[in-house]
């Protein structure tokens, strides 16, 4: 059984990126890493990495190109880069753990792998509590669609593993089809609508970590004030941490939960950091470029949308 691990990346994210490198191997994981471009801006190679290559989409089969052009060509609006993931699915590892760029491990991932013997996805997060709001449009019509416990099906895509079956691709497909079908229930400019589609209609052997009886802590950085938050639940309320996802803000290193992913950087460069951070957020700098990146977005999700 070949397991191992896959990364999206560009430039504009390589500090995440090598953070979380940092943090997967430092947390005692040695399963081999392979970073697919998120566009045609790769990260560059760290000479001090161990297992971890760099792959380019031409890399995998013919038959995963075609996939992910006919996802492109369907789900105009959700750029390519978001699902690039997908090509994991016909990747060269027969487990594979998909993670974002905005996470930090903290647990040896290799731990989780068992998990898959009797699941097709494993995955830690409290996307089940949302009702939906972040894959959908109209959450209640997909619940009466689809059925009871359907808006609990949702997972954070940007964290999970899986054991790939002949059937996914089609089951995917099929979700496609589905939102096709009905237009104004899911949101399109991201895939994690698309996985969430395909739980519900599918049925794939899901097991959520965060959910009883595991009750592990909530994968979320919003969710805690400080590291110290991270280490009271590990301690004091024994409840385990697979990673820490940093999703749905602009983590940069300033509030003190995000301390985390500097990680990776000696003091000097972690302080020199450190205050060209804060002196843009005092200007109002960084505030105003994160607005100007938001509303760069969403004039490229429109102009996806037309063509």
Known sequence: M??????????KSEAECLNLIYSIRRCGCRLPIRVIPFDGKPIRPDAAWEDVRLVTVDDFPQEGRRFLDELTRRMRICPEGLLRRFLAWFGEFDEFLYSDNDVVALMNWEELFPYLSEYDIVHADMEYTTHGRFNLQQPDRFAELMGPGSLERAITDGHFLCHPRERHVADLLQGITWMEEHPDVPIWHHDQSLVHVTLALARWPALNLCKPPHNWASSWAGDYKNVLEIIRTIQTER?????????GGHAGGIAPIEELLLSSLPTRRRSWKLLRLLASQASGARPAAQLAARAVRKAKRLARGSK
């Not at 697979?242 to 999703?247: A, I, Q, V």
């Open 2 to 11: 070949k397991r191992g691990i896959y990364l999206v990346a560009n430039r």
């Open 239 to 247: 409840r385990p941490f697979s990673h820490l996802h940093y999703s």
